[in-house]
């Protein structure tokens, strides 16, 4: 387990190192920043830096001893503020990452945890963030060992026990008995259901008012005109939309993507990011239309192009893979996909929460 992303109070982490985001000037600022100051001890450890460190460029990093916290270092990284991301902001967030853990192999340190640099009060957008944290780790780690936490959330946002969506239990566990009614009573509460969303159908009530006028022999000719006009508004509104998604009957799971994202007007980077999906698959996808993603790619990449329930399942469909109502991995991205929460870390969260393999590790 040499990279792990966690809910937790940074301050609280029990490894040898801490990494705090830090001000070029000695100066402390809110966030994480406030939050080191004031459990290693504020004036200590801004005395120290003033006294020993001073000044420091954007990337640049510099070790302090962890005073009060448990940590027994502290590795500053001068974190880039973001100014539209055309001034070298990413070469400085990825500085800050690769400077700390080459600081921290040289003092043979073998375990550090990191927040999510800059995304906080220094505005990078936390989903690029992430990616770059996720690179930055993954590359050290190919060549070196050490034990690396990714703490995504600080003392100022949130406890070691609050859930970010309360309900997401509920839903878990709602599924769960589900299924179980269904293998003791089979499909009753789907056909109950089905009939309750047929009652809801325009059509449905046009039928069953047909059917009430017929018994008197009277009135059907209005049921048909009824009809009629709903054919007739269908048209209008739907037809040319419809015709398009027949057209893509036949595509792969590859091509159906590419469709989706150019539906949207998205860009392919904004999906591969978002979905926190390596570009070189993302490439392999876009450019062998008979490429098949694992399903967990498959799944995230629902997530990076925002798709709804009904897109999910197709484009799954299309590689051979279905959402399971007895699977908790499924459920989860159910219920983000369900509930257009399309944040890969709030979802990696609930999968280490329940106890699940995390996505960015």
């Known amino acids: 387990m040499p990279f792990k992303v966690v809910r937790n109070d940074i301050t609280k982490m ?9 001000n070029d000037y000695p100066t402390v600022g809110t966030g994480c920043d406030s939050a080191i100051y004031k459990a290693a001890g504020y004036e200590e450890l801004l005395n120290y830096r003033r006294e020993h460190i001073g000044y420091a460029e954007e990337g640049e990093v510099f070790l302090t001893p ?27 967030l990825r500085a800050c990452y690769r400077k700390s853990l080459q600081l921290a192999k040289e003092k043979g340190i073998a375990s550090i945890s990191f927040p999510l640099i800059s995304t906080g009060g220094f505005g990078y957008p936390k989903e690029e963030g992430i990616r770059i944290a996720a690179d930055e780790i993954h590359a050290f780690l190919l060549e070196n060992e050490m034990e690396i936490y990714l703490v995504v ?22 599924n769960y008995v589900e299924e179980a009614r269904k293998e003791e009573y089979g499909d009753e509460r789907r056909n109950r259901e089905t009939q309750r969303r047929l009652n809801r159908l325009p059509f449905f009530e046009a039928a069953q008012e047909a059917e009430k006028t017929s018994k008197k022999s009277s009135g059907l ?3 048909c005109e009824y009809e009629s006009t709903m054919l007739s508004d269908f048209e209008t509104v739907h037809e040319s939309r419809l015709e398009e998604r027949m057209r893509h009957m036949s595509d792969t799971f590859s091509e159906y993507l590419m469709y989706l994202i150019q539906e949207r ?22 450019n062998n239309a008979s490429y098949h993603p694992n399903k967990l790619t498959a799944l995230c990449l629902c997530i990076g192009a925002k798709l709804n329930m009904d897109e999910t399942r197709d484009l799954l469909a299309r590689a051979g893979y279905a959402l399971s109502p007895c699977d908790k991995t499924d459920i ?30």
């Open 66 to 92: 962890g005073f009060q916290l448990q940590a027994k270092y502290i590795i500053h990284a001068v974190s880039p503020r973001y100014r539209g991301g055309a001034q070298g902001e990413a070469k400085k």
């Open 14 to 22: 029990n490894t040898e190192a801490i990494v705090n985001t830090a």
């Open 153 to 174: 959330f600080d003392g100022k946002a949130t406890h070691l026990g609050e859930k970010i969506y309360p309900d997401l239990e509920a839903y878990i566990d709602c």
């Open 221 to 223: 000719e209005d049921v």
């Open 265 to 286: 007007n998205m860009e392919n980077a904004e999906v591969w990011k978002r979905a926190i999906v390596d570009r070189k698959v993302f490439s392999k996808i876009k």
């Open 332 to 361: 989860i991205f159910s219920y983000f996909i369900e509930n257009g929460i399309y944040d890969m870390i709030e979802l990696d969260i609930q999968l280490e929460e329940h106890g699940l393999p995390c996505i960015i590790s």
